[in-house]
């Protein structure tokens, strides 16, 4: 059974990127879709886009274009998260998460979700 | 994108009694449905993937049904740690998710 481990929470000025990290152990890397989802405060959950590391292919969500990067590093089995320009609106947790397969589907691991505040 | 919707929002239910949860998709997803648990504080765990198909350690009281766009989570003889929020995903295209449904204690 995989494990996903996010690091911490973080509180960034409007304007301002974060970038979110999700290591994983047990299991391989490189051949699952890693994704990464929003939840605000009291809202439900966001698709915002995924990574194949072995394909090194991305997908965002049309919501996020522009805006989010993620990204893998194979070596150390870790995805990344990037959310530029911040805004208030982007207070949320953000977990990632990890599929059965190279495809998008469901996820049966989830991080622990890392809190990310926006506040001048 | 295709639309998720639930219902009800809120559920009120007695322990021991049954919970039937909604999930309607505005376009034909298939059996590429999965439902979710989630308690405050916490990562959502899978509950249900295909649709019908419990995942690991879902305890049998646990039921999902339906294809197409109508789904159904059914919670038979609810306990105490069952009292969460569920949530569905769609899988067919680019993941989306319902905005869940709180059960709650009646």
Redesign the interface.
Known sequence: QVQLVQSRAEVKKPGSSVKVSCKASGGTFSSYVF?W?RQAPG?????MGGITPIFGTT?Y??NFQGRVTITADESTSTAYMELSSLRSEDTAVF?C?RGPSSG?????S????TLVTVSS | EIVMTQSPATLSVSPGERATLSCRASQSVGSNLAWYQQKPGQAPRLLIYAASTRATGIPARFSGSGSGTEFTLTISSLQSEDFAVYCCQQYNKWPTFGQGTRLEIK
């Open positions: 994704t989802v809202q439900g959950l966001e698709w997908n969500a049309q977990y998460a998008y589907s469901y996820f049966a989830w991080g622990q979700g």
